[in-house]
T-cell receptor
């Protein structure tokens, strides 16, 4: 079985500052890893995914994530955030079958 | 816009009632997934259909059932509703049965009073 832990439930940052949202996973098999974003009152939008290959994955809206197999981590980063990045971010892992989500990290951008 | 549509957007009903949520996948996608998002349980996988057949089951209650029709749209039926069933229900679709990439609909917000 797979599990995901998002280490921070809330992350407040100032506009134009860098941000890192942390995600650790647990799995006994090879997995695919994802980050989704949920803007207020909207559905989930795929930010980026790691299926195989390069461990540094670039996504939409300037986000990137690095897959670290030895540390079983998949942290999400952005070098400079904007007010529009205010949202809930979900890390997810997929093994053979289902997609398992973390509890989410609420990113709040302060002007 | 992911291309996945869900109806209705909002649903208010009473305990003990039955409701049906509908999902139309992206054009060409054969897999449909249902998820429940609640404050206490977070985002949980309920069930997957692929080309009309049930493929995987998650934490779906016996009071809940789903099906996928020949035109690939799917319905999630929730019966004997309880207050705790109040949640956001998402549908996602994927072109393959493995679901490496899933595209989510906007969700149906269910409130049970």
């Amino acid at each position: 079985a797979q599990s995901v832990t998002q280490l921070d439930s809330q992350v407040p940052v100032f506009e134009e500052a860098p941000v890192e949202l942390r995600c650790n996973y647990s799995s006994s098999v090879s997995v695919y890893l994802f980050w989704y974003v949920q803007y207020p009152n909207q559905g989930l939008q795929l930010l980026l995914k790691y299926l195989s290959g390069s461990t540094l994955v670039k996504g939409i809206n300037g986000f990137e994530a690095e897959f670290n197999k030895s540390q079983t981590s998949f942290h999400l980063r952005k070098p400079s955030v904007h007010i529009s990045d205010t949202a809930e971010y979900f890390c997810a892992v997929k093994g053979a079958q289902k997609l398992v989500f973390g509890q989410g990290t609420r990113l709040t951008i302060n002007p | 816009d992911s291309g996945v549509t869900q109806t209705p957007k909002h649903l208010i009903t009473a305990t003990g009632q039955r409701v049906t949520l509908r999902c139309s996948p992206r054009s060409g996608d054969l897999s449909v997934y249902w998820y429940q998002q609640s404050l206490d349980q977070g985002l949980q996988f309920l069930i997957q259909y692929y080309n009309g057949e049930e493929r995987a089951k998650g934490n779906i209650l016996e009071r809940f059932s789903a099906q996928q029709f020949p035109d690939l749209h799917s319905e999630l039926n929730l019966s004997s509703l309880e207050l705790g069933d109040s949640a956001l229900y998402f549908c996602a679709s994927s072109p393959t049965s493995r679901g490496e990439t899933q595209y989510f609909g906007p969700g149906t917000r269910l409130l049970v009073l």
